[in-house]
């Protein structure tokens, strides 16, 4: 199990309320409702930057008309297999 560290947080009343009704309808404790609210957030986070690496990256090289051409030439062929 990961080691637990115990913090003291100062939160706007409205948000605690928010928090309380929260670990109320969800059965989860108080310590639960933050600690998956925080790794929400940081989750959003990582995703967000890894997506900015990949339009950069894309930037940088972007496909090729001809790759652009294969890929939808595959597409069309796939789409005709289907039996719609």
């Keep these: ?16 309320n928010a928090v309380e009704t929260e670990r109320k309808e969800s059965g989860e404790s108080r310590s639960q409702v933050i600690r998956r609210a925080i790794e929400l957030l940081l989750r959003q986070r ?12 894309y930037r940088q090289m972007p496909e090729t008309e001809e790759e652009v051409k294969a890929a939808r030439q595959a ?9 719609w």
């Design 46 to 57: 990582k995703e967000q930057e890894l997506s900015e690496q990949y339009i950069q990256a």
């Design 75 to 83: 597409a069309i062929s796939i789409l005709a297999e289907e039996s």
């Design 1 to 16: 199990m990961a080691k637990i560290a115990k913090i003291t947080i100062s939160i706007p009343e409205e948000v605690l």
